[in-house]
Nanobody
Framework: QVQLVESGGGLVQAGGSLRLSCAAS????????MGWFRQAPGKEREFVAT????????YYADSVKGRFTISRDSAKKTVSLQMNSLKPEDTAVYYC?????????????????WGQGTQVTVSS
């Protein structure tokens, strides 16, 4: 069992930066693929970024590549998403998610555990 709590959302102007954090509890964190997804009003939940259990590999949606960076600290049981050069189209509720070690975590169906979400709003 893994419990996830996100923090760090807020309101920012276009071009600004935010850093999201996800605190995990549960003894299997070190063996989980961790990811971030987002969901805008009226749209389906979409993949943003994922990091493998070892931290060696990361994957990004094309829409955020070069602007967002995912990282994990297994000792602290946290996963972060640094978001730079934010755009109004990045506005959404952002969710932290955990899945088994054998998935890449690029689909919501890959993931077993979800946080409650944190709102990110980017004004133009």
């Amino acid at each position: 069992q893994v419990q996830l709590v996100e923090s760090g959302g807020g309101l920012v102007q276009a071009g600004g930066s935010l850093r999201l954090s996800c605190a995990a509890s549960g003894r299997t964190f070190s063996r989980n693929t961790m990811g971030w997804f987002r969901q805008a009003p009226g749209k389906e939940r979409e993949f943003v970024a994922t990091v493998t259990w070892s931290g060696a590999d990361t994957y990004y949606a094309d829409s955020v590549k070069g602007r967002f960076t995912i990282s994990r600290d297994s000792a602290k049981k946290t996963v972060s998403l640094q978001m730079n050069s934010l755009k109004p189209e990045d506005t959404a509720v952002y969710y932290c998610a955990a899945g088994p070690s054998y998935v890449l975590g690029m689909r919501p169906s890959d993931m077993d555990y979800w946080g409650q979400g944190t709102q990110v709003t980017v004004s133009s």
